[in-house]
């Protein structure tokens, strides 16, 4: 048990670095829809001025690619939410619907996780993962372009499907052995969560 335990700890380091990498795409995305939304401003606004032409002008080249900073804002966005689902698995930050989950012992949470893990996230993120992957490479191999005029490459975006659910079925394989690994005696583990404000 401590080689898959090891493993455990692992999985958990490599997924919590992944997910503050990801917290910080919200920033980015802010910066970019912020920044879309001002030159998109500036570019328009001030019609039949001399401000208004040298705005032009200067972000001569914006129209052409407004589309592409739009799909970037959502590849952001996707980014974050596929990266970052392991990571919040991981901290127990995930969303949950508690039903008897806040109502019973530690350790009939960790049977309730154990069931949840083994009969719903793995064979979902690892049936997600399996399912999106040739969606991917289909993508990639003929490097499948944006519909709109101006957009971005689609294979980044869709390779952000395989990886997060790979990630995720990864962070559930190391909550299936910390569970198993408490209910042994071997750690302890918290069960503790934040519920949501009512």
């Known amino acids: 048990m401590g080689a898959l335990l090891g493993l455990a700890r692992g999985i958990d380091r490599v997924n919590l670095l992944i997910g503050r990498w990801a917290a ?11 920044g879309n ?4 401003k500036l570019v328009n606004g001030f019609p039949g001025t001399a401000f ?23 590849y952001l966005f996707g980014a974050l939410v596929m990266l970052g689902a392991a990571a919040a698995l991981n901290r127990n930050e995930h969303v949950r619907v508690d039903l008897i989950y ?4 530690d350790r009939a949470r960790l049977w309730i996780d154990l069931f949840g893990l083994i009969f719903f996230l793995l064979p979902f993120a690892a049936y997600a993962a399996w399912l999106t992957w040739p969606v991917f490479l289909q993508s990639w191999q003929i490097n499948e372009g944006s519909s709109n005029a101006g957009g971005l490459v689609r294979w980044p975006a869709k390779l952000l ?9 990864l962070q559930g394989l190391s909550e299936l052995i910390k569970r198993i690994a408490a209910l042994r005696g071997l750690i302890t583990l918290s069960t503790k969560y934040s519920k949501p404000l009512q």
């Not at 910080?24 to 910066?31: E, H, K, Q, R, S």
């Not at 806040?102 to 012992?105: F, I, M, Y």
């Open 161 to 169: 499907l395989p990886a997060g659910f790979a990630l995720l079925a």
């Open 52 to 74: 208004g032409d040298a705005l032009r002008g200067l972000f001569s080249g914006y129209n052409t690619h407004a589309n592409s900073w739009l799909e970037l804002q959502w």
């Open 37 to 40: 939304a001002t030159i998109r």
């Open 102 to 105: 806040g109502a019973v012992s």
């Open 24 to 34: 910080w795409l919200v920033v980015a995305a802010v910066l970019v829809s912020a």
